[in-house]
């Protein structure tokens, strides 16, 4: 069985940083791409950042931006998502999610989502 497993996750101070690692492990052969959501108490799942595996290209919200940096290793199924200058509205449930994984027996998964782990921004 494919497993993602986020960590990282914690309290900080206002313009402080955390480092969020995601890892996918089992039989995988090849993930196209790996992402970062986020959900706030009541509100929906929004996007913060992708890579795809292939070619390293990134996409961006707009409001993390600048300060926020995804990155990936490709070899051990693993994705970074470095938070720098972080804002009391970025606390938040951060997700996992890898795209199109491949297994080593044939199968395949569209997505598959991690458990999420906790970011919270104090003032």
């Known amino acids: 069985q494919v497993q993602l497993v986020e960590s990282g996750g914690g309290l900080v101070q206002a313009g402080g940083s955390l480092r969020l690692s995601c890892a996918a492990s089992?039989?995988?052969?090849?993930?196209?791409?790996m992402a970062w959501y986020r959900q706030a108490p009541g509100k929906q799942r929004e996007f913060v950042a992708t890579?795809?595996?292939?070619?390293?290209?990134?996409i961006y919200a707009d409001y993390v931006e600048g300060r926020f940096t995804i990155s990936r290793d490709n070899a051990k199924n693993t994705v970074i998502l470095q938070m720098n200058s972080l804002k009391p509205e970025d606390t938040a449930v951060y997700y996992c999610?890898?795209?199109?994984?491949?297994?080593?027996?044939?199968?395949?998964?569209?997505?598959?989502w991690g458990q999420g782990t906790q970011v919270t921004v104090s003032s």
């Open positions: 999610d890898a795209d199109g994984i491949r297994t080593s027996e044939g199968g395949a998964y569209v997505n598959y």
């Open positions: 089992g039989r995988i052969f090849s993930i196209n791409a």
């Open positions: 890579i795809r595996s292939y070619d390293d290209r990134t």
